[in-house]
């Protein structure tokens, strides 16, 4: 069961950052120098992956452009003596890693557009990851841990966490029987429930291994929450036929979907970096003592 291929749903129109995204769209917009999809695609590459299947929409170039080659700006920085720029830009994806691209034709779901990857993954286990969900840690990246959990129960994983209980209706909220002090054994999902109506307070956020059966669960998957095709819900119906579990990663999340999230994970990688975090500190020590 090893995970060679990872799914990035990146059909989405952004309008929580309108009107930015309007021609950029939301996972090309920048974290420090490096886009949003390009944290994901790193945690992917360090997790042995070596397909990337972005499913995009018609309108979104972007990102298709961000990864090809670009002859003018290499030759340029190349007549220029940049080679460290010269080596950054051309390996954004490392040697043996290939970027396919496929078209969700409608906004139907996350489901949806999980299954637009179908005919590209095949038959085989396969991750999803949603570049919303930006997770930082120091040691091996959250998809890493899943898929040596993963191939090692020869199981799907899902990544979840702990959430306030009056924000449930804002995730899939699961039950699960613990195994260890990370792992549960899933017993069912619930795609945002009250909270008066949810199971539990863990929530999956946006890092999938699922087996291929997924995909046949898809085909036969009606409209779900919001009149849309829920991954959840095709989960819900494998953890029935096989086993499923939930994954409290080690590192920490930030909601990249949200402006919020977006300046948090800013902040966060400015005081990671060595060159940017004494200044970081000292503007924001003068901004605090003016507030």
Not at 170 to 186: F, H, N
Not at 243 to 266: E, H, I, K, P, S
Request: hydrophobic letters at 45%.
């Amino acid at each position: 069961m090893r995970i060679r291929k990872v799914v990035f749903p990146v059909a989405g129109l952004g309008t929580r950052f309108l009107p930015a995204s309007k021609v950029v769209p939301k996972e090309m917009l920048p974290l420090i120098d490096k886009p949003l999809i390009q944290y994901a695609v790193e945690e992917a590459v360090d997790a042995g992956c070596d397909t990337l299947i972005f499913v995009t929409n018609r309108y979104k170039h972007s990102i298709a452009d961000f990864y090809d080659k670009s002859y003018e700006l290499e030759a340029k920085l190349e007549a220029a003596g940049k080679h460290e720029l010269l080596d950054t830009v051309r390996n954004l994806l490392p040697k043996g890693v290939r970027a396919v691209f496929v078209t969700q034709p409608e906004a139907l779901g996350l489901g949806h557009a999980v299954l637009c990857a179908k005919p590209v993954v095949g038959n085989e286990a396969f991750a999803v990851m949603l570049p919303d969900d930006m997770i930082w840690n120091r040691g091996h990246g959250a998809l890493r841990q899943m898929v040596e959990i993963a191939e090692d129960r020869r199981a799907s994983v899902i990544a979840v966490e702990d959430v306030p209980k009056e924000h449930t209706n804002r995730y899939g909220i699961v039950s699960a029987e613990p195994v260890t002090d990370a792992l549960a054994k899933m017993r069912g999902v619930v795609e945002k429930p009250k909270p008066e109506a949810a199971p539990s307070t863990l929530a999956i956020v946006g890092r999938y291994v699922l087996d291929a059966r997924i995909f046949d669960l898809l085909e036969t998957t009606g409209a779900g929450s919001g009149g849309e095709i829920q991954l959840t819900d095709a989960i819900q119906t494998l953890l029935r036929e096989r086993d499923v579990f939930a994954y409290r990663f080690t590192g920490r999340r930030f909601d990249c979907g949200n402006r919020l999230g977006m300046v948090q994970a800013t902040v966060h990688l400015a005081l990671e970096d060595p060159e940017l975090h004494a200044p970081v500190v000292e503007l924001m020590r003068e901004r605090l003592a003016r507030e």
